[in-house]
Structures are given as structure tokens and as C-alpha cells.
């Protein structure tokens, strides 16, 4: 057997869980590892410029992969600058591994310099965490973290290395785990089969169905299962902002994401719906509006990998837990044999009422915006579509453009939408789009930003540059922080504190020559889509669009809160449901 | 309502305050906790007590299951179950209160096991209820000093929480 030290033995298990790529930053504490990196091939490693963005890159690696993204990170301020993008993956439930450094074993406690307790700052945020105590426990370590990370509801975890463990000084056996086994932690193979009979009685009794899908279909893979479902059923389907792509958003039974900025006849559909099919989705109070209000004829019934999800916020008629691939297609064998058949009149009729709702309220069907002389956001990011074909990644980043991005550019393939939805990330999406591009060097990838977003993550242009990362970065920058401007209106007001920096903005188109990419400025809204295919023929720039759009825009639909329901929204600045 | 949940979990450090950090994280209460290790060294069994409907009991509980340091856990206040709690108490006894006071002692079946010319150390084990009744038979003014274990507690009969 081979004998390794404990910082070889670290980057030989990381290639034996068959890990291609780290987005890291090193430091003192992490130095014995760097060095082990240094020393091999397998692994390479992309140096951010700030360890958040090396957190929200394995993050979007994630999301846009399914494989799980690896970040390594010094102690001290490398660990506590890594937080935001863990909990931002922790609230998305996206698999990653955070490796950090840590003082010397003797030093803990002692307030040693770069000294943070990590296991405990990060324990609210993570899946499962581990102090590394000996080096010969490394390689089970590992193995455990990827295990814990990619398995059952997927999240976060974080690997707290002291430097004394990962010494060239000494050396041990290296011997890699085939297989973890974890008496505490089993999570399901399989729904409740009993359940899922119940579930499919009930969705053939329906005479309102509706899907409501979230992010676990696409975490879990199971968009084949659940397109065929919903066809088999005919029944209307609607995503969550964490579940767009999970259902082709150009195909016919498609109507819309649903929630707070959802569209009208998706949240008309909840609201009136006899029998809500809810996969993977959390009922999250950014969809559901008030809970007491919320679908008051419906019976509901909930897939979730994930126990404490489900009656969390609203109660289940039909709990089923497991892993929603696994359930789908046990529904799907389970519709085979129905004896039941649906109620073909009663599911005509809630066709045209839905198509009545969205012939005359549908997003794409009659624009909400009025189109002027400005550029209006909803245009810019029709555009994008129009001109990558809709066959981009796009990450986001949040705000108002986010909303924009989530109801203008129909997404029809899973893992194409990145975005941070549960914790809401501004900085987001510039690290997302370069964790997207590395994992698909030849694709488009295109960041959706404002001018507030973009400036907290912005120095990763520098990695763009180092990497050869040819990213799109689309800024509606309507020179305020629109999204917080939008409710200042709502309910302030209009007393704009602190959202309006207008006079302090940079120069972005010299910002990105100064950092050696090409920067585009639209101001006409007649240059704006022959501006956007020259920047998106740029195959191999890093391109920044700064795209000035009608600052006054809000974003619409808007639930109406506190004490709406699903179906009462904003429509526009006076007209409501 | 009152709840006493045990809980069996890996004896490794750090999952206590998984636990605890979970309780304050998503604003459940906690009454009391206890916790030690086991026969079997690798495992702890926690017991604690908190108050909440059934629908935050269950939230708790499956919170607790995903923890991936709990092994297994059991509500016990689900079924036939004992509980205890011991107590070490410290009183005022000197002249006539000092007769009194060990009667008192006798009743609730508990023990003196310090003796000074003026104080009574007291121990006494029981349900929560039971001593906390023993604080008013005594007489707050004469209490000088409480210290409670918390509730342990264990499922009557064949039940039983282990692997």
C-alpha cells in the first residue's frame, strides 16, 4: 500500500470521487494542500478572486452538471467569505463540498491568526460538517462528505482541515472506501407504495388538476418522468422559480411559474384547482402567499425526498416521501393499470377556462410592459431569447432582472435557469456563470444582472480573463436598485432611502476594457438586438452588455400581501385582480 | 403540550450543539436537556423536554431525524413511559424548621445528605410536577440554592430505543 500524506491523500480521494475541478483560494491553512495540488494532475483548480465566488461557481457547477461542485477555501476570513455562497446552496439544496483549511490542532481555541471556529459558523447552513481530527481519516471523510452531499435531499458540506493534518512531514496508507455506510442516515429509495395508489386515484378523479413542480425534479432528474405524467394526465402544469426547465415552458400545458411574480393563470389555476400535484417544491412563501388563503378546494399531494418538507408550511392530503424520479415512474406503472378513468368534459372545461385566463392575462401573449422609445427590461431579456435561440444557460443574479429573466425567457431544458432562489444572492450570478462555462466550454452562457447585483461579485472579471471564460454578462441597469425601489414605491411612498446611486456608477464599458473584455453600451432601444447578436458573435470574449432600460419599470404580475390570497396580484401600477 | 423526546445519537463531538443549535435556529423551546453516553460508546442518549403543538412536535422530530448524528428517536410522551428528574436543593433549617422540614423530606421520600447547624441538603428525585411541588411545601423563603438534573425518561414495559 501506498503511503501518502495527509495533504496527498486529501487531493488523491478528491480524485477518486472522480472530481475534475476545485474553485478555490489559498491561504496560510490551506497551504500543505495547495501544495499537494500543485504536486498532481488529475484535479485542476480555478483561483477566483474572492472565496464567494468560488462557492457560488461549484454551486452553479452543481446546478448546471448534477455532478457536485468542490470549493477549497483557507480558515479564518477564506472560511467566513465562503458562508454566503454555503447558504446560498444550503437554501437551493445544492450538492457541494467545502473544504477549509483550519490553524494547527494545538492552536484551536487559542485565537490563533486566521483562526474561526468553521464547523461552528457554518453548522445552520450546512447538510452535515466535519472536523478533520486525524489524517488518517481523510479518505472516509471524503468519501462520507460526497456521499452525504449528493444523496437524499442534496445540500452543503463542509470538510474543517487543521494544517498539522495535512503535513508533508508525515505519511500514512492511503486506501480509498468503496462504499459509506451511515447508521444514522438512510435516505429513501422508494416512495410508500400504498401512497402513491392513493395519489393516483386521486389525480384521476380530478376535475381541476394542476402540477406545481419545484427545484427536486431537476436536482432529482425527473423531468422525463414528470413530462410524461403530465401528459398521460393532460393536466396543466407550473413550475416554481427553482423548477423552471423542469417542464418545457414552450410546450402547451405550460402556464407559467407560479407565485409572487408568477403569472395570473398559473396562480389562477392554483388557486381554483381541485387536486394539486406538488413534486419537489417546498410551498415556500414566495408561492404560496398567505397560507390560511392558500387553494382552499384543493387536496394536495406532496412529493418530496425530504420528511421535514412536507406539511411544513401546508398541509398534505397524500404525504409521499422518496426520491421524485422514483415515485413518478411508480405513478406512471401505477396509470397503466387504473382501472379509473378521468373525467374527459369536466378537464375540457378546465382547459378553456385556463386558456380564457391566459388569452387574457398570458405574459407572452400580450406583453404587460408599453414599448416606447426606451429599452423596457422585458424586451431586453424577449431579445436574449430570440437571440440564443432559448437555448442558453442563464444564470441570475436578484432583483427585478431576475423576475424579468424567470417570466421573458422560457426555459424548455432543466439545469439551463441558475439562479439563487432561496436565499435570494445578490452577487450571484457573474461566479454562477463562470462555474456554467467552465463545465461547457463551448456553450452560451449568459448572466442576467443589474448595475447593483454585478457590483458585488464584479471583481471575477479578473478570473474571466485568467480562465478565458467567455461569458455574457446582460445588465439591465436602470441605475437603482430597482427591486427594493419597486416596493419603496409600493409602500413607501416612493421615498427612494438609500436605493438611488445614479451619479456614482462606473463606466462599465471602461471597467471591461480595463479588465481586457469588451464592453457594450445600449442606449436605443433600435440598437438592441443587432447590439446583442454582435456581442453574443463574440464566441470567445467576455462580453458585458450595459443595457440602459426605462428606469420606472416594476415588475408585474404581483401577489398582493400580506392577507392575498394566490389569486389577488398587481397587474400593474393601478390595475389589480 | 409537554413533550419528552430521547434521543440516540452519535457520541461524536459536535452533536450536541447540532441539536441545540436546531432548537434556538427554528425557535422551538427547550425545557430541559440531559445527555450522557451509553453502554455503547459510540452512541449518547439525550432526553429533552419542550412544548409545542403536534404540528411543531412533528416538525421537530423530523428536524431531528435529519440530523445525520441522530441515529433513532422516540417521543415518548406518545405512549406508557417514566420519567425522572433529580434534585439537589439547599434550605434554611434551624430551631422548629428543622423537624418540619425533615418531615417534609419524609413525605416527598427524599434524602438528606448534608447537614449543617443552619441548612439541610437535600435530594430528591421524581417527576418534574413532583418536585416542583416540593418547592412550595417547603417554602420559597426557606429555599437557599436548586439545582435540577432535567428529565430523563424511558418507555414502560418491552419498548425500547436502541439499534
Not at chain 1, 443 to 464: K, R
Not at chain 2, 69 to 85: F, M, N
Request: aromatic letters at 8%.
Amino acid at each position: 500500500m501506498e503511503l501518502l500524506s495527509g495533504g496527498d491523500m486529501l487531493m488523491r480521494a478528491l480524485a477518486d470521487e472522480g472530481v475534475e475541478c476545485i474553485f478555490g483560494y489559498p491561504g496560510g491553512a490551506a497551504l500543505h494542500i495547495y501544495d499537494a495540488l500543485f504536486r498532481q494532475d488529475k484535479i485542476k483548480h480555478i483561483l477566483v478572486r474572492h472565496e464567494q465566488a468560488a462557492t457560488h461557481a461549484a454551486d452553479a457547477f452543481s446546478r448546471s452538471t448534477g455532478k457536485i461542485g468542490v470549493v477549497l477555501v483557507t480558515s479564518g476570513p477564506g472560511a467566513t467569505n465562503a458562508i454566503t455562497g454555503i447558504a446560498t446552496a444550503y437554501m437551493d439544496s445544492i450538492p457541494m463540498v467545502v473544504i477549509s483549511g483550519q490553524v494547527a490542532s494545538e492552536r484551536i481555541g487559542e485565537d490563533a491568526f486566521q483562526e474561526t471556529d468553521m464547523v461552528g459558523i457554518s453548522r445552520p447552513i450546512v447538510k452535515h460538517s466535519f472536523l478533520v481530527k486525524d489524517a488518517r481519516d481523510i479518505p472516509a471523510i471524503i468519501k462520507k462528505a460526497f456521499y452525504i452531499a449528493g444523496t437524499g435531499r442534496p445540500g452543503p458540506v463542509v470538510v474543517d482541515i487543521p494544517k498539522d493534518i495535512t503535513s508533508p512531514a508525515t505519511t500514512f496508507e492511503y486506501h480509498y472506501p468503496d462504499k459509506v455506510k451511515l447508521r444514522s442516515y438512510t435516505p429513501a429509495q422508494r416512495g410508500h407504495t400504498g401512497q402513491i395508489k392513493k395519489a393516483v386515484q386521486l389525480l384521476l378523479q380530478a376535475k381541476r388538476p394542476i402540477i406545481y413542480a419545484g427545484g427536486g425534479v431537476i436536482q432529482g432528474n425527473a423531468s422525463p418522468q414528470l413530462i410524461e405524467l403530465a401528459r398521460k394526465l393532460n393536466a396543466p402544469v407550473t413550475n416554481t422559480l427553482m423548477g423552471l426547465g423542469a417542464y418545457p415552458a414552450t410546450d402547451r400545458q405550460f402556464v407559467g411559474m407560479l407565485g409572487m411574480h408568477g403569472t395570473v393563470e398559473a396562480n389562477y389555476a392554483m388557486h381554483h384547482s381541485d387536486v394539486i400535484l406538488a413534486v419537489g417544491a417546498r410551498f415556500d412563501d414566495r408561492v404560496t402567499n398567505t397560507t390560511s388563503k392558500f387553494c382552499p378546494s384543493a387536496k394536495i399531494i406532496h412529493i418530496d425526498i425530504d420528511p421535514a418538507s412536507i406539511s411544513k408550511t401546508v398541509p398534505a392530503d397524500v404525504p409521499i416521501v422518496g426520491p421524485v424520479e422514483s415515485v413518478l415512474n411508480e405513478m406512471l406503472e401505477n396509470l397503466k393499470h387504473a382501472d379509473e378513468k378521468q373525467d374527459a368534459a369536466a378537464l375540457q372545461e378546465w382547459w378553456s377556462q385556463i386558456e380564457e385566463w391566459r388569452s387574457r392575462y398570458g405574459l407572452l401573449v400580450k406583453p404587460r410592459y408599453i414599448a416606447g422609445d426606451k429599452i423596457m427590461p422585458q424586451e431586453v431579456i424577449s431579445t436574449l431569447w430570440e437571440v440564443t435561440k432559448g437555448d442558453a444557460y442563464i444564470t441570475s443574479d436578484v432583483g427585478q432582472h431576475q423576475m424579468f429573466a424567470a417570466q421573458y425567457y422560457p426555459f424548455d431544458k432543466p439545469r439551463r435557469w441558475i439562479n439563487s432562489g432561496g436565499l435570494g444572492t445578490m452577487g450571484f450570478g457573474l461566479p454562477a456563470a463562470m462555474g456554467v462555462q467552465y463545465a461547457f466550454r463551448d456553450a452560451t452562457v449568459a448572466c442576467v444582472t443589474g448595475e447593483g447585483s454585478i457590483q458585488m461579485c464584479i471583481q471575477e472579471l479578473s478570473t474571466c480573463k485568467q480562465y478565458n471564460l467567455p461569458v455574457k454578462i446582460i445588465c439591465l441597469n436602470n441605475q437603482a436598485l430597482g427591486m427594493v425601489k419597486q416596493w419603496q414605491d409600493m409602500q413607501y411612498s416612493s421615498r427612494y432611502s438609500e436605493s438611488l446611486y445614479e451619479d456614482s456608477l462606473p463606466d462599465f464599458v471602461k471597467l471591461m476594457d480595463a479588465y481586457g473584455h469588451v464592453g457594450i453600451r445600449v442606449t436605443k432601444r433600435e440598437e438592441l438586438k443587432s447590439k446583442m447578436e454582435e456581442c453574443f458573435a463574440m464566441k470567445d470574449k467576455t462580453v458585458f452588455m450595459d443595457i440602459h432600460v426605462e428606469p420606472k419599470e416594476h415588475v408585474y404580475p404581483m401577489h398582493i400581501a400580506p392577507n392575498g390570497s394566490m389569486r389577488d396580484m398587481w397587474l400593474n401600477k393601478t390595475e389589480r385582480t | 403540550m409537554r413533550r419528552i423526546i430521547s434521543v440516540l445519537m452519535e457520541n461524536e463531538p459536535g452533536a450536541l450543539s447540532r441539536v441545540v443549535g436546531l432548537f434556538s435556529q427554528r425557535g422551538y423551546n427547550i425545557e430541559s436537556l440531559t445527555v450522557a453516553a451509553t453502554e455503547d460508546a459510540t452512541l449518547s442518549r439525550m432526553t429533552l423536554t419542550t412544548i409545542g403543538d403536534d404540528h411543531k412536535i412533528e416538525q421537530i422530530t423530523k428536524h431531528l431525524n435529519r440530523l445525520i448524528d441522530v441515529v433513532k428517536l422516540v417521543d415518548l410522551t406518545e405512549g406508557a413511559h417514566i420519567e425522572r428528574e433529580l434534585m439537589l436543593i439547599k434550605v434554611r433549617a434551624s430551631g422548629a424548621q428543622r423537624a418540619e422540614i425533615k418531615r417534609c423530606v419524609d413525605i416527598f421520600r427524599g434524602q438528606i445528605i448534608d447537614v449543617s447547624a443552619t441548612v439541610y441538603t437535600i435530594q430528591l428525585t421524581g417527576t418534574s410536577d413532583k418536585l416542583s411541588a416540593f418547592y412550595d411545601a417547603v417554602g420559597e423563603a426557606a429555599i437557599l440554592e436548586v439545582v435540577r438534573s432535567g428529565v430523563s425518561g424511558i418507555a414502560r414495559g418491552d419498548k425500547v430505543l436502541g439499534l
